[in-house]
């Protein structure tokens, strides 16, 4: 009795903060640029990701734009009010991994050690993302003064270690939903979250894979929601 309670307060969490998170990202997608002032780098498509792993002021500046564009001011205050947002966005994706951690527990028990692995990147992944939006803010509030390259430094560094970070607690949320034998949707939000943790090993040397590995993790995200909802629903029928 107590079990069952137990999960059904775990999936009815996890479907509003999974609500929450595609909230989110549905309404950061809308008020960041979708493109470039004059163009990415790295064969990358989102603006938000390129600014993320750049190394370089020149980089930074074809994203945004330099003070002399007529756009630039408000352009830069997107990418401002974006990164602001955030820091909430941290918050909620934390929170679901914890949940689907919790979901995937349940199925397959993941051991001591797996488990403290879990939390260790977890924290890293949050640590390194807070650093990195302090370093973008610094960087974009001074877009309008003089800047080196000195001034990004280790800008795209600590955002690999954010990204792998992430993509770790997917590979180990994928293999705890692969593992149990039942559940069809869990598998193949398993299989997907797993093949973003395995594209991210490549994205350290080509940074175009980091995106492809976030879009994978993404479609991941969604069939486990689903999986999360079909549930909830179940769980509200039978009440």
Same mark, same amino acid.
């Given at each position: 009795?107590?079990?069952?309670?137990?999960?059904?307060?775990?999936?009815?969490?996890?479907?509003?903060?999974?609500?929450?998170?595609?909230?989110?990202?549905?309404?950061?997608?809308?008020?960041?640029?979708?493109?470039?002032?004059?163009?990415?780098?790295?064969?990358?498509?989102?603006?938000?990701?390129?600014?993320?792993?750049?190394?370089?002021?020149?980089?930074?500046?074809?994203?945004?734009?330099?003070?002399?564009?007529?756009?630039?001011?408000?352009?830069?205050?997107?990418?401002?009010?974006?990164?602001?947002?955030?820091?909430?966005?941290?918050?909620?994706?934390?929170?679901?991994?914890?949940? @689907?951690?919790?979901?995937?527990?349940?199925?397959?028990?993941? &051991? $001591?050690? /797996?488990?403290?692995? !879990?939390?260790?990147? *977890? #924290?890293?992944?949050?640590?390194?993302?807070?650093?990195?939006?302090?370093?973008?803010?610094?960087?974009?509030?001074?877009?309008?003064?003089?800047?080196?390259?000195?001034?990004?430094?280790?800008?795209?560094?600590?955002?690999?270690?954010?990204?792998?970070?992430?993509?770790?607690?997917?590979?180990?949320?994928?293999?705890?939903?692969? @593992?149990?034998?039942?559940?069809?949707?869990?598998?193949?939000? &398993? $299989?997907? /979250?797993?093949?973003? !943790?395995?594209?991210? *090993? #490549?994205?350290?040397?080509?940074?175009?894979?980091?995106?492809?590995?976030?879009?994978?993790?993404?479609?991941?995200?969604?069939?486990?929601?689903?999986?999360?909802?079909?549930?909830?629903?179940?769980?509200?029928?039978?009440?």
């Amino acid at each position: 009795m107590f079990q069952n309670f137990k999960e059904k307060k775990v999936y009815f969490l996890s479907f509003y903060v999974g609500m929450f998170l595609l909230f989110l990202s549905v309404f950061l997608t809308i008020i960041t640029p979708f493109s470039p002032l004059h163009g990415n780098h790295s064969n990358l498509n989102s603006t938000i990701i390129a600014l993320e792993l750049s190394s370089t002021v020149e980089q930074i500046r074809s994203i945004v734009g330099n003070p002399e564009d007529e756009n630039f001011f408000v352009n830069n205050n997107k990418y401002i009010r974006s990164v602001y947002f955030d820091f909430l966005y941290i918050v909620s994706y934390s929170s679901f991994f914890i949940m @689907l951690f919790e979901i995937g527990s349940r199925k397959y028990s993941p &051991g $001591l050690i /797996l488990k403290r692995l !879990f939390y260790f990147f *977890l #924290l890293i992944a949050i640590i390194f993302d807070i650093v990195e939006n302090i370093k973008l803010l610094n960087v974009l509030g001074n877009l309008t003064k003089i800047l080196t390259d000195e001034d990004v430094y280790l800008l795209k560094n600590i955002s690999l270690t954010k990204w792998i970070s992430i993509f770790v607690l997917c590979g180990i949320n994928g293999l705890l939903f692969w @593992l149990p034998k039942k559940n069809y949707l869990l598998k193949a939000a &398993g $299989l997907f /979250l797993f093949v973003s !943790f395995m594209l991210s *090993l #490549l994205g350290i040397f080509k940074l175009r894979l980091i995106e492809v590995a976030a879009l994978v993790m993404t479609e991941g995200f969604i069939i486990a929601y689903i999986h999360i909802a079909l549930k909830s629903f179940m769980f509200l029928k039978n009440k």
